[in-house]
């Protein structure tokens, strides 16, 4: 059973770059995967950042961008800002009718 | 703007069953699939189940097929998910989200609505 991995935890400093991704235990993520990344803080609902690889959702800045990163699905946070720390999941579709999520990135920005 | 509000949430015996409801607005549910995504205590999402804008397909994960069913009612702008033979490991915050464009991921999330399995 393929299973969708990201990084348990990330760190990133005040005005950094950081570039979570989302991959595959088995093949490649591609765009017919239509990646999407939701970022959760505790005890709120997710919030959809990017789907379809690489499409902002209505009022996300800029400085979060979505693409495909060799074989992974990759979110880029630039100029990390505190109130970017949060917990990212990343949903990949499977095959006809199927998503899976990752387990999930915990951003610490210090 | 877009706005779903789910509701029907409790705690149930295990083996029992329970409705949950979206109301949606903001948007033109009729073209719009529709999922229900769930979050255990403490642990990460998982995907539960989707429907098209015409409620005509339908798709579920491994873990609640047979026992789940989910559908809507584009008169009403409703969101609904059947829930059967529940277990405690169906304990979870259940979010309804609205598709982001022709069944691709889901796009807007609600709040939740919180499901407790338990004796």
Same mark, same amino acid.
């Given at each position: 059973q393929t299973v969708v991995t990201q990084e348990p935890s990330f760190s990133v400093s005040p005005g950094?770059?950081?570039?979570?991704?989302?991959?595959?235990?088995?093949?490649?993520? #591609?765009? #017919?995967?239509y990646p999407s990344w939701h970022q959760q803080t505790p005890g709120q609902a997710p919030r959809t950042l990017i789907y379809s690889t690489n499409t902002r959702s209505s009022g996300?800045?800029?400085?979060?961008?979505? #693409? $495909?990163?060799?074989?992974?699905?990759?979110?880029? $946070?630039?100029?990390?800002q505190a109130d970017d720390e949060s917990d990212y999941y990343c949903v990949l579709y499977m095959r006809l009718g199927i998503w899976v999520f990752g387990g999930g990135t915990k951003l610490t920005v210090l | 703007q877009v706005q779903l509000v789910e509701?029907?949430?409790?705690?149930?015996?295990?083996? /029992?069953?329970?409705?949950?409801?979206?109301?949606?607005?903001?948007?033109?549910?009729?073209?719009?699939?529709?999922? *229900?995504?769930?979050?255990?205590?403490? /642990?990460?999402?998982?995907?539960?189940?989707?429907?098209s804008d015409d409620g005509n397909s339908k798709y579920y994960a491994d873990s609640v097929t047979g026992r789940f069913t989910i559908s809507r009612d584009n008169s009403k702008n409703a969101l609904y998910l059947q829930?059967?033979?529940l277990r405690?490991?169906?304990?979870? %915050?259940?979010?309804?989200? /609205?598709?982001?464009?022709?069944?691709?991921?889901?796009?807007? *999330?609600?709040?939740?609505?919180? %499901?407790? %399995?338990?004796?």
């Open positions: 950094g770059t950081v570039t979570l991704t989302c991959g595959l235990t088995s093949g490649a993520v #591609s765009t #017919s995967n996300v800045p800029d400085r979060f961008s979505g #693409s $495909i990163l060799g074989n992974k699905a990759a979110l880029t $946070i630039t100029g990390a | 509701s029907g949430g409790g705690v149930v015996p295990p083996g /029992k069953s329970l409705r949950l409801s979206c109301a949606a607005s903001g948007f033109t549910f009729s073209t719009y699939g529709m999922h *229900w995504v769930r979050q255990a205590p403490g /642990k990460g999402l998982e995907w539960v189940a989707v429907i829930m059967n033979s405690p490991e169906d304990t979870a %915050v259940y979010y309804c989200a /609205k598709d982001s464009f022709q069944l691709s991921s889901p796009g807007y *999330w609600g709040q939740g609505t919180l %499901v407790t %399995v338990s004796s």
